[in-house]
């Protein structure tokens, strides 16, 4: 089974900052990878597919990157209503779906 | 705009049966290649896919809850069901139905997503 590990698991920044998470995968998964936005008390959000394509509708101010095996999920500019969990997510063989740990996003 | 809605017991006891439903509204279950998705998350924990039925019946579950799985389709009722057996606190969780989909470009999402629905297991 292809594992995710992601980091960090939680994150404080200020508002304005440039925030960036990780996701590594235990084997190649090319660009088989998704990211989503969780807020409190609701179910997961896309925002980003395979691994670098903003979802429509999505700001601008996040952005991903990466393949193989290494993946980074950016905030260019972070803004209060970011303030949620966020998680990658591989697809690479349809069979079996694995979702990181998560990285709690908190204003400092 | 497909919409899911899950239901079910918020209460299970140790050692029975969890079992959801999932409601698909504004689109028929049986038509297009999706894959019906069950994926769980423990309280303040991350997510865990469970399994998922494809359009055409086809199952596929989680390794990890194979033993204790069962999904299954009621396309009169434009529903997909949930069984998980001899459950442990361990499965308390709020539980979420999901359609996976390819787009035309060959990309995989979860998209839309069910609310969620809790689902405790204790005595």
């Known amino acids: 089974d292809i594992q995710m590990t992601q980091s960090p698991s939680s994150l404080s920044a200020s508002v304005g900052d440039r925030v960036t998470i990780t996701c590594q995968a235990s084997?190649?998964?090319?660009?088989?990878l998704n990211w989503y936005q969780q807020k409190p008390g609701k179910a997961p959000k896309l925002l980003i597919y395979d691994a670098s394509n903003l979802e429509t509708g999505v700001p601008s101010r996040f952005s991903g990157s990466g393949s193989g095996t290494d993946f980074t999920f950016t905030i260019s500019s972070l803004q209060p209503e970011d303030i949620a969990t966020y998680y990658c997510?591989?697809?690479?063989?349809?069979?079996?779906?694995?979702f990181g740990q998560g990285t709690k996003l908190e204003i400092k | 705009q497909v919409q899911l809605q899950e239901s079910g017991p918020g209460l299970v006891k140790p050692s029975q049966t969890l079992s959801l439903t999932c409601t698909v509204s504004g689109g028929s279950i049986s038509s297009g290649d999706y894959y019906w998705s069950w994926i769980r998350q423990p309280p303040g924990k991350g997510l865990e896919w469970i399994g998922y039925?494809?359009?055409?019946?086809?199952?596929y579950y989680n390794p990890s809850l194979k033993s204790r799985v069962t999904i299954s389709v009621d396309t009169s009722k434009n529903q997909f069901s949930l069984k998980l057996s001899s459950v442990t606190a361990a499965d308390t969780a709020v539980y979420y139905c999901?359609?996976?989909?390819?787009?035309?470009?060959?990309?995989?999402?979860?998209?839309?997503w069910g609310q969620g629905t809790l689902v405790t297991v204790s005595s």
């Open positions: 084997q190649d998964i090319s660009n088989y």
């Open positions: 039925i494809y359009y055409s019946g086809s199952t």
């Open positions: 999901a359609r996976g989909w390819v787009t035309a470009a060959g990309s995989f999402r979860f998209d839309p």
């Open positions: 997510q591989q697809y690479d063989n349809l069979l079996m779906y694995t």
